[in-house]
């Protein structure tokens, strides 16, 4: 580019040296004074040309060409200035230069941008997870002094944590920290150690946590720091307690399956006894009826044995397992009822009182279930109330609407329920223990002296029911125990339990009688030949079968004991049936067949006496038997 402009330069200074020539040639005839005077004028006309072409060319140019390069921020400008040799050559290279250092440092204030911007990124990474984190994170030295926390640690311990100079773990005592810190600087780790400990709330309510802390590195010599993390492990506490609770229901359950299938045994074997004491006693009444002495003494036996039969029903009714068996109840009669075992199995120092407010006091549920809710209930007023006091069981009805069933702790369905109030002049309850009350094994008796199952089953019974239950109670004042249960207009079926006189009478059927106990045996032949029946006993199976076999046509009907060793009842039943597929049977039993009655009774038993039973009973069930052909 210069070179071509130089040669343009020079075409226009040979242009004007030819024209001056020219000139001269035509003022030859001019004098030699002029022709001085104009040759000086024209030689520096000449000479100012020949500067200004050489600043042109020496000067403006480059200057153009750097002024093009740093307002284009380019260096193709002035790459040809690069190839010459004058002094811009050394001024285009420093711009060069320049512009490379320009490039280099905004790439490396760039990457700095770059840098930079990731190092926020991470640390409001780093940040969110540290606020965002369950847990209390806090950063501390030696002395415990606090330099950093999230806003977990604030909300977890109730207050504003501060990294202020004097500011310290508020929370734990100072000795038990400094124990953890040692427990870690003695390890000479770094990795986090775990350690259970209770912590303290502002609000002075402590709670179960879990704090690990772990040593920081320490960079040029800096103070040992610790970061502590915080975990409130309440729920997990109480999550392993459920767990405990759990296991030792499983337990519990397992006691008293073993417990029940233990009642069951023994009431079988007790029933037996009453069955022959009862007996015995019912035919010395009928037979003797006349000796007034005599018939006294067996009214005796039959109260004492009834009473031992209850008793046995009702261990029995505790100790059964199956579905509720929903009926309609007079919750007087059952009251009545449950008083009359209370004050025959509890402290009789204990005056019970019944108050009824009301003559409807029919609801529907499961008898055994709402009786044993009653007899825990007294129980535990009854053990509150060791050297005696007043148990006051009150009934009266009461109507639930929306606003007061919205009030009770747990839903209840407005409508007329029967109000149950069972109350006591006991120790009382304190509110920390009322809360806790229904709790399954929950108790405050000491080791061995409860379950804590009482007042849990309650519970259920009435929820299962649909009922409500709330306790009022003050230390010192006695306990209140309020139960509503749905009431119901229906009356229920009453049982006639009048005793029928038995006439001895002239018949010709005859009762096989197979009984493992001799004493049954005894008194139940002694019964049906009082009756006029003639009777035939066998205290084995094998041989009752044996008989049968050969007399089949002759017996009109047999009792057979269920439970029996060797050939059970089921299956002497199963093989007399073989013999006779018409053959009537009565099943006795001293254990509850509730749950097998409708199986037996469909597989062709005529009916089932429970043990003990009474002649009147007896008879009533052959004639039953008899009388359906």
């Given at each position: ?13 040979a ?39 050489f ?23 002035i ?58 994170i ?32 508020k929370?734990?005592?100072?000795l ?90 023994i ?15 019912d ?25 031992a ?15 509720l ?57 009854f053990d ?33 329920y029967?109000?149950?109030t ?7 309850i ?11 094994f ?33 230390p ?10 749905p009431?119901v ?5 009453s ?7 038995i ?7 005859k ?27 066998f ?10 076999k ?8 047999i ?15 199963r ?30 038993i ?24």
């Open positions: 580019m210069i070179t071509r402009r130089y040669y343009k330069q020079l075409i226009f200074s242009l004007v040296l030819s024209a001056v020539c020219s000139v001269l040639i035509l003022i030859k005839t001019l004098s030699l004074q002029s022709t001085f005077l104009l040759l000086l004028l024209i030689v520096l006309i000449s000479s100012f040309s020949f500067v200004i072409i600043l042109h060319i020496s000067f403006t140019t480059p200057f153009r060409l750097i002024s093009e390069s740093l307002n284009t921020n380019s260096t193709d400008p790459r040809p200035l690069l190839k010459t040799q004058n002094p811009f050559s050394s001024i285009a290279t420093l711009i060069v230069q320049s512009f490379n250092q320009n490039k280099s440092l905004l790439h490396e204030i760039n990457q700095r941008k770059k840098a930079q911007s990731t190092l926020k990124e991470k640390e409001s990474l780093y940040r969110t997870l540290i606020e965002t984190s369950p847990d209390a806090i950063l501390f030295d030696e002395s415990g002094k606090i330099v950093f926390y999230n806003s977990t640690a604030s909300s977890l311990l109730g207050f504003e944590l501060s990294s202020g100079p004097n500011e310290h773990f929370f734990m005592e100072p038990q920290l400094n124990i953890l810190v040692n427990d870690v600087k003695a390890c000479n780790e770094k990795r986090i150690r775990a350690h259970e400990c209770s912590l303290c709330k502002a609000n002075g309510i402590s709670f179960p946590a879990e704090i690990s802390i772990s040593l920081i590195e320490q960079i040029n010599n800096e103070e040992t720091r610790f970061i502590g993390i915080v975990r409130d492990i309440s729920n997990r506490k109480e999550m392993e307690n459920e767990k405990n609770k759990i296991e030792q229901q499983f337990r519990a359950a397992q006691k008293m399956e073993a417990i029940g299938q233990l009642a069951g045994g009431s079988h074997d007790f029933n037996n006894i009453l069955g022959a004491i009862s007996g015995y006693a035919i010395l009444k009928h037979q003797y009826h006349n000796d007034e002495k005599l018939s006294k003494y067996a009214d005796m036996i039959l109260t004492a044995s009834t009473r039969a209850d008793l046995t029903r009702k261990l029995l009714t505790f100790a059964r397992r199956g579905k068996q929903f009926c309609a109840i007079d919750m007087h009669e059952m009251i009545e009822e449950t008083v009359d075992l209370l004050r025959h199995t509890t402290n009789k120092q204990v005056n019970i009182r019944c108050h009824y407010d009301t003559t409807e006091a029919v609801i529907k549920g499961d008898p055994a279930q709402i009786q044993s809710a009653i007899v825990n209930v007294a129980v535990n007023a509150a109330m060791p050297e005696g006091g007043n148990f006051e069981i009150k009934t009266e009805v009461c109507q639930m609407n929306e606003d007061s069933s919205k009030s009770k702790v747990y839903a209840v369905t407005p409508g007329r029967l109000k149950l069972l109350k006591d002049n006991g120790a009382g304190d509110t920390v223990t009322q809360s806790k009350i229904f709790e399954p929950f108790t405050t008796k000491p080791s061995g002296k409860g379950t804590g199952l009482g007042l849990s089953s309650v519970y259920g019974t009435v929820k299962s029911h649909n009922g409500y239950i709330e306790v009022e109670s003050e010192g004042c006695g306990a209140s125990f309020t139960i509503l249960l009431a207009s229906e009356l229920p079926s049982l006639n339990h009048s005793d029928e006189k006439s001895n009478h002239c018949c010709k059927q009762i096989m009688i197979i009984d493992d106990e001799s004493s049954i045996c005894n008194a139940l032949k002694e019964m049906l030949s009082w009756m006029g029946y003639s009777v035939c006993v205290c084995d199976g094998y041989e009752a079968i044996d008989y049968y050969l007399h089949s046509n002759e017996i009109d009907l009792i057979l004991d269920l439970m029996m060793p060797g050939l059970s009842g089921k299956e002497c039943y093989r007399l049936r073989n013999i006779n597929q018409s053959v009537k049977v009565i099943i006795s039993s001293g254990n509850w067949l509730e749950n097998e009655r409708e199986e037996l009774l469909c597989d062709g005529k009916d089932i006496l429970q043990k003990p039973f009474l002649s009147s009973q007896l008879a009533k069930s052959i004639q039953k038997v008899f009388g359906d052909g």
